[in-house]
């Protein structure tokens, strides 16, 4: 059946897919290639590639002459217009002229251009995409989802590589199991790859749905000195990411954090060197929990936070205690040296709970709360340049783009303080812009900011904790057209609705001061690939959102235009979707 459902995608939907035959019980191994192509809207053009392996594969029948889809078999009703349009249209389409084949061949592996609009969507895999054994969980499940959504005209996948997982036994042995198949998989599929350099641990955080700690070497090192870990005031360990106030420190077998960090990205880089640039389009670098650059303040695990809690400042271990000490003795304080603020609240106080975080005389306008701010908040800073430098000589020439996710933190951002920004590390208030050196920094290293919570409105969250999401993305925005960074964005929740479609589109025109240029965000990548997403009305929605995201700013077609294009696409394509969501669940 795997052939019939490629023929029938390909005529409606979308680039050439690769069809991949899957072996079921009792069934023999009948693997093929066939390329398919849609019914031509204005404008569209189509490139014929040659084989890159040495069989020669001939060109697809069409669905109405397949002898898989016609004959004592039959033909479905319903693929009727799939068959004339593929028959009317693929004379038009075999005349391209093969200078401009090449010409778009050449823009497709240089990526997007200036003169190219629209924005392309990838989507985040599952976490547990590998299994704890390295092999590659849901194969079958697997190869359904990725065929399905490049025939939606997804651009490609985000997949995080697990330090926890690869390097999991012993310091410098690395299993790249699982991923090696994912990889190769996603390249014969066509779609292109964000590798996430994720040197946190999965569980804790929201949308967390497993468990993969830190290498267990790294854990043994921690469990002997606790000051590994980030610590709050009142003692509590967090084990999601080792301190950055050891960074240059050999307190792992030897290695400093940083150079275990270096060393596993070229690890990376030679691993997979012949899919980078092609393939693998673009490296995320893990600085903090959930992959973020950011203090671990406000933990979900065992109920220590909740939403829309302030946090707490994560600097009491005896590394980041010891660099206090010296700032504050630089600085002609020494006083200041000893502790973080004591009165700063619990996690899950408000602002006007604290006399460190509240509007009138509050602790953070004092010099010591400056004093303080700056250097908390520098610290970060410092552990993304150290980080990224590594990054960019590992990467640097070969084909492939940087990028460092930062957190969507809108809560009481309509307050003075913006107390929950300050404890993740984001010296942003209202009277300070915390995200431009940020986007400086990420400009020195030729990074992407990547930012998160774009699909969330104002008027959607709790509006007593003055929520404000949309005006926290129009200064990350601003932030990075001043520092002349790339934006790109995450959605922060899973949403299928077309409310939240509309507001990821209207973010990523980033037309947020009336602005007419034709910038756009450089990607969006959409969270998350789930059974759910494969439920009818949420595909259909999904394929819409695709198409008028690829369609980029200036288009002024309709939603209602957009879906009824894709409708066709949808029908046909069902038992492939279906496929994918039944064998996710399993």
Same mark, same amino acid.
């Given at each position: ?17 690769? %069809? =991949? ?16 192509? *849609? ?6 053009? +189509? ?9 020669? *594969? ?11 889809? /016609?004959? +004592?078999?039959?033909? &479905? ?9 593929? %028959?009317?249209?693929?004379?038009? @389409? ?5 200078? $401009? ?106 949308? #967390? ?6 290498? $267990? ?9 606790? #000051? ?17 106030? +050891? ?21 990376? &880089?030679?691993?997979? *060197? ?38 707490? !400042? ?23 040296? /000893? ?13 006007? #709970?604290?006399?460190? !975080? ?42 492939? $783009?940087? /990028?460092? $996710? ?60 003055? +929520? ?5 993305? /129009? ?5 990075? &057209? ?41 990607? @969006? ?8 997403? @494969? ?9 819409? @959102?695709?198409? *008028? ?29 279906? =496929? ?7």
């Amino acid at each position: 059946m795997a052939m019939n459902i490629t023929f029938q995608i390909g005529a409606l939907a979308g680039t050439p897919i690769q %069809a =991949e035959s899957i072996t079921s019980a009792g069934t023999g191994s009948d693997s093929s290639a066939a390329a398919a192509w *849609k019914t031509p809207i204005p404008n569209i053009r +189509c490139q014929i590639r040659k084989q890159e392996t040495i069989e020669q *594969k001939s060109q697809p029948t069409s669905p109405c002459r397949s002898p898989i889809l /016609s004959g +004592c078999n039959g033909i &479905r009703p319903d693929l009727s217009v799939a068959c004339r349009a593929f %028959a009317t249209e693929t004379l038009e @389409f075999m005349t391209l002229d093969e200078s $401009k084949a090449a010409e778009e061949e050449k823009m497709y592996k240089e990526g997007k251009t200036e003169k190219e609009k629209g924005v392309p969507v990838y989507v985040m895999m599952p976490l547990d995409s590998v299994t704890m054994g390295n092999t590659l969980n849901r194969k079958k499940a697997m190869n359904a989802s990725l065929q399905a959504l490049k025939s939606a005209g997804v651009e490609g996948l985000m997949v995080d590589v697990w330090w926890g997982l690869v390097e999991r036994d012993a310091p410098g042995v690395y299993n790249w199991g699982g991923y090696t198949e994912l990889l190769e998989m996603a390249k014969r599929h066509g779609l292109k790859v964000q590798a996430v350099m994720s040197f946190h641990q999965c569980g804790g955080n929201v949308g #967390d749905s497993c468990t993969i700690p830190l290498p $267990k070497w790294a854990v043994e090192e921690i469990d002997k000195d606790q #000051d590994l870990a980030y610590t709050d005031q009142w003692g509590r360990r967090n084990y999601e990411y080792i301190s950055l106030g +050891c960074d240059t420190l050999p307190v792992l077998k030897g290695r400093t954090p940083v150079q275990c960090y270096s060393d596993f990205m070229r690890a990376f &880089r030679d691993n997979f *060197k012949h899919l980078l640039g092609d393939t693998i389009v673009e490296i995320q670098v893990g600085m903090g929990p959930a992959g973020e650059l950011r203090y671990p303040s406000y933990p979900e695990q065992n109920g220590t936070w909740r939403f829309p809690g302030i946090g707490a !400042f994560q600097c009491y271990d005896k590394y980041m205690l010891s660099s206090l000490k010296a700032a504050a003795e630089a600085a002609g304080k020494p006083e200041w040296g /000893s502790t973080g603020p004591t009165d700063a609240g619990e996690y899950n106080n408000w602002p006007e #709970d604290t006399q460190f !975080f509240r509007k009138e005389g509050g602790g953070w306008t004092s010099p010591y709360g400056e004093f303080f701010l700056t250097w908390y908040s520098q610290m970060l800073l410092d552990h993304g340049e150290r980080i990224l430098s590594s990054a960019k000589a590992t990467f640097e020439n070969i084909g492939v $783009k940087i /990028s460092v $996710k930062i957190a969507g933190i809108h809560w009481h951002y309509g307050t003075r303080s913006h107390a929950p920004e300050l404890t993740a590390g984001y010296y942003n208030t209202r009277f300070r812009d915390g995200y431009l050196p940020i986007a400086r920094m990420l400009a020195r290293h030729g990074a992407i900011f990547n930012f998160t919570c774009i699909e969330m409105r104002d008027h959607e969250q709790p509006q007593d904790a003055l +929520c404000a999401p949309e005006r926290l993305v /129009s200064q990350g925005t601003l932030a990075t &057209r001043e520092a002349d960074v790339p934006l790109a964005g995450e959605n922060a929740l899973p949403r299928f609705d077309e409310y939240a479609h509309e507001q990821i589109l209207q973010a990523s025109s980033l037309n947020i001061d009336g602005s007419s240029d034709d910038k756009e965000m450089c990607a @969006f990548t959409y969270l998350r690939m789930n059974p759910h997403l @494969f439920q009818p009305d949420n595909w259909r929605r999904f394929v819409a @959102f695709v198409k *008028k995201m690829k369609e980029g700013k200036g288009a002024d077609r309709c939603w209602e235009e957009v879906e009824r294009e894709a409708e066709h696409f949808v029908h046909v394509s069902r038992p492939l979707v279906q =496929e994918a969501a039944v064998a996710l669940m399993h």
